[in-house]
């Protein structure tokens, strides 16, 4: 059963791209605080994602051993798919002539992509007034398939990356961390 928020709510919908690529903006000691910080927003209603995310990262996990963005989405999933599964907005982007093409037609086996499920949860929480954001670090189309910002584009959904979205919702870097990374500032003398 399909939950929904009040109107005019800001809410985030992470693909499985972006959950990865927060190892690779932030160095590992600031994990655990970043993940925090998400799960947070995760109680708070305001970052979703559907099932399907878990299951590419878990895919991907399987190679790597103990993967913290797999078991951040794995511990939060309950929540964060709270929305279930939304047949109708489902059907609505695989009917869409463009962002139906999301989907990569030589993809023959293996778990199921995620793009389609993240779209149409995009699709639902718009068409139920909210202000939404798909979270990607896709970008390149191939003749083949769609890249996620291009489809999100054809359905009128916002999209940025995570570098972006953290710094944007002052998860990361926080104001201490942008201070003392700023480069140091010329002394005046003072006049004699």
């Not at 051993?65 to 982007?93: C, I, M, Q």
């Not at 398939?145 to 940025?160: I, V």
Request: glycine share 6%.
């Amino acid at each position: 059963m399909a939950e929904t928020l009040g109107h005019d709510s800001e809410i985030w919908v992470i693909d499985t791209s972006s959950v990865i690529e927060i190892k690779h903006v932030a160095p590992r000691s600031d994990w655990k605080t970043i993940f925090q910080d998400l799960t947070a927003m995760i109680t708070g209603g305001s970052l979703v994602y559907p099932k399907q995310v878990i299951d590419e990262l878990k895919a991907g996990s399987l190679t790597r051993g103990y993967d913290r963005p797999y078991e951040w989405a794995k511990k939060n999933g309950k929540r964060a798919t709270r929305h279930g599964n939304l047949f109708t907005e489902l059907s609505e982007v695989m009917c869409h002539p463009t962002a139906a093409r999301v989907v990569d037609p030589n993809k023959a086996f293996g778990v199921e992509e995620a793009d389609p499920y993240v779209l149409a949860l995009a699709v639902h929480l718009k068409n139920n007034g909210n202000s939404v954001t798909v979270i990607t670090e896709e970008s390149r189309s191939t003749p083949q398939k769609l890249a996620l910002p291009q489809a999100c584009g054809a359905l009128r959904l916002y999209t940025m990356n995570v570098e972006v979205f953290l710094q944007d919702t002052g998860i990361y870097p926080t104001t201490g961390q942008i201070a003392s990374t700023s480069p140091p500032q010329p002394q005046r003398k003072k006049p004699k």
